[in-house]
Structure formats: C-alpha cells, structure tokens
C-alpha cells in the first residue's frame, strides 16, 4: 500500500506541472502545485481505500479539495503569487475523467441499442456515472472554494 501512495502522489505531482505549465505560472511556482497536488490526490486515495476510511470517491473528492484549497491558500504568500495559481493545477489530477468517459460512452450505447433491456442498462450506467462524475465536480468546486473565502486576508494577499 505504501508503492501505491506513492505512486500516487507522484503521478498527481507531475500531472499538475503539466497542467501548471498551460497556464504559465512564474517557475517558482511549480514546485508548490506539484507539491499540493500530491497531498491533495494522495489524502483521497487514503480516504477511498477499504482499510482505511473507506469513503465513497463523491465525499473523498470534496474532503481532498478542501485540503487542497487550504494549502493553496497558506502556500501562496511563500510562492509570491495568488492563491489561484496554486489551486487550480493541483485540483486537475483529481478530475473524474473515467467517469465522464462512462457517460458518454452510456449515452452512446442507450442510442446505438433499440431493444428495452439493453437500453434500460446502458441508461442506468449513462446516468449512474454522469451523477457520480457531477457530484465529485461539485464537491471539487465547492471543497476548494471555502479556504479562499474563509482566509480572505491571506488569499488575496499576493495580488496587492
């Protein structure tokens, strides 16, 4: 278990470089979202395993982005930059990307299928994941928002 979290935080660290380098931060930067990232995608790797905590990937998700926006806040002033720049690559890893794929790929098979039984199961896997890939989205959203509005005076720090 011990490889997998850290592979996992490993993986998360080098996905939120790329993605901190399409938006250009300045290069000190980097280090904190790989960094970021890391804790965050491996604190909801922990949470979700059975051994542990357990936790459904939904409420995983939002704990994990909590964590993140937190750190993205505290970190940011070290960084010399705003909270944003930090927050948002570290919060890609964590996109339900596999789930949005089964969505689609539901959607796809309920029109490709006219037979009742086949189209009720590809419907029911159609919204199962498109349910499951909105609300980690909005866990996301709403889990990496409350440290910006709750330390107001250290998040737009860098930007005065």
Do not use: W
């Not at 994990?64 to 944003?84: K, R, W």
């Not at 794929?101 to 029109?111: A, D, P, Q, R």
């Amino acid at each position: 278990m011990i490889m997998d979290f850290l592979q996992d935080a490993f993986f998360a660290a080098i996905a939120a470089i790329g993605f901190a380098a399409i938006s250009n931060p300045p290069k000190r930067a980097y280090l904190y979202c790989a960094l970021i990232a890391a804790i965050g995608h491996s604190s909801r790797f922990l949470m979700m395993h059975d051994s542990l905590l357990g936790l459904h990937i939904v409420i995983a998700s939002g704990i994990a982005s909590l964590i993140v926006g937190v750190l993205a806040v505290l970190i940011s002033p070290l960084a010399h930059t705003p909270a944003e720049t930090c927050l948002f690559p570290s919060l890609l890893p964590m996109i339900p990307g596999i789930y949005a794929y089964k969505t689609f790929g539901g959607l796809v098979m309920c029109l490709y299928h006219g037979a009742e039984g086949e189209f009720n199961h590809y419907f029911y896997l159609f919204v199962s994941n498109g349910l499951t890939c909105l609300f980690i989205l909005l866990g996301m959203v709403i889990g990496a928002t409350i440290p910006i509005f709750i330390f107001k005076n250290i998040s737009f720090q860098a930007t005065r």
